[in-house]
């Protein structure tokens, strides 16, 4: 499949609210005002809290994430597209740097996460994306 967005670094600022929704389907990674059409939430424990404890969840509880087991190599589509039929989740707990993870976007696509930096007691993560084009 091609690459629609990436592989590029993404930002998910938490010191002015705890639940980020993202959403893949946009051409690049978008931050949304609500769930709406988004295909991933980040949740921090609080407003303005630290990275700690950050969560990643699919949308209104959908099961659209797929843990990836740690490499240095970015995932490829067909190793998400694997993960995403064998290891569906709703939620990932506790992300830490290096983590990665496939996600089945609202529109089809499949995109990767991979947890580039999360400092403790800091309010930015980041994250390297991309995204595929639309599955036949």
Known sequence: MK???????????FSKDSSINVDLDAGK????????GADVLA???SIGGTLEDIDFLGPRAADVLAPL??????PTEAECT?????NLSERLEDVAPGQRFCIATGEGR????????APRGGAVMKLKVTIWEQGS
């Not at 590029?8 to 600022?13: E, G, M, P, V």
């Not at 694997?82 to 064998?86: G, S, Y």
């Open 3 to 13: 690459r629609v967005f990436g592989p590029s670094n993404f930002a998910i600022d």
């Open 29 to 36: 990674p978008m931050i949304m005002d609500s769930d709406r």
């Open 43 to 45: 949740s921090a424990p």
């Open 69 to 74: 087991p740690s490499s240095s190599s970015d």
């Open 82 to 86: 694997r993960a995403l039929n064998r």
């Open 110 to 117: 499949t995109a990767s996460m991979q947890v580039v930096s």
